[in-house]
């Protein structure tokens, strides 16, 4: 079983639609965090947390909320998607320490029209 | 804001050839590591770097970190189709409070032709 796993894996909605995005990890890091993929801009942070009760914001967080319901799992929502949000959503872990080195989902795909 | 250069954007080469990736900044980084994707996956990662002038192999990968940790190369030797992916570079960096989060480079897309 994946260590990392994300759902949907693809999502189509429109316009000002309430979207959950959710990532689960078995791995047992306290640290976790969610990207988006865009073709020729790379990976940007949205949000990340580093435990249960620490939340906070990365370079591109309009728009965007985020929930830490368990050490285990992490929820990204779009409260009222937009057409630029379209894009590869990617949750990723990674245990404390100095260099960070992350362990990245499978990607969620989400399409707004 | 810590950026992080990455070149070239595409490379399309023969089997058998060989190739470079540079990733380049002006800020210095804790660590650098390189991740590979592949379509329809999350990126995994190849290798952390964390001593400016370290040289790491992976069977035909070599990777170098700059003696000023701001940048670093990835030199992949006869270079087979089973190598083609997305090759990211990301720079730890500390973001305040003893906390380090990662900026990523846009990546360098390889296809490497039979």
């Known amino acids: 079983d994946a260590d990392v796993t994300q759902t949907p894996r693809n999502r189509i909605t429109k316009t000002g639609k309430r979207i959950m995005l959710e990532c689960s990890q078995t791995?047992?890091?306290?640290?976790m965090y969610w990207y988006r993929q865009d073709p020729g801009l790379g990976l940007r942070l949205i949000y990340y947390?580093?435990?249960?009760?620490?939340?906070n914001k990365g370079e591109i967080s309009d728009g965007y909320s985020v929930s830490r319901q368990a050490q285990a799992k992490f929820s990204l929502s779009l409260e009222s998607a937009i057409p630029n949000q379209t894009a590869l959503y990617f949750c990723?872990?990674?245990?404390?320490?100095?260099?960070?080195?992350?362990?990245f989902g499978p990607g969620t795909r989400l399409t707004v029209l | 804001t810590q950026l992080l250069e990455q070149s070239p954007q595409f490379l399309s080469i023969q089997e058998g050839e060989n190739l470079t990736v540079y990733c380049n900044s002006s800020s210095v980084f804790s660590s650098l590591q390189w991740y590979r994707q592949e379509p329809g996956e999350g990126p995994v990662l190849l290798v952390t770097v964390v001593t400016g002038g370290e040289v790491k192999k992976l069977k035909r990968l070599t990777f170098q970190f700059g003696d000023a940790r701001k940048d670093s190369s990835l030199h992949i030797t006869a270079a087979q189709p089973g190598d083609t992916g997305l090759y990211l570079c990301?720079?730890?960096?500390?973001?305040?409070?003893?906390?380090?989060?990662?900026?990523f480079g846009k990546g360098t897309k390889l296809s490497v032709i039979p």
């Open positions: 990301a720079g730890a960096f500390n973001s305040g409070a003893g906390s380090y989060q990662l900026t």
């Open positions: 791995k047992g890091h306290d640290r």
């Open positions: 990723a872990t990674t245990p404390t320490g100095l260099n960070n080195e992350q362990f």
């Open positions: 947390s580093f435990d249960v009760k620490d939340i």
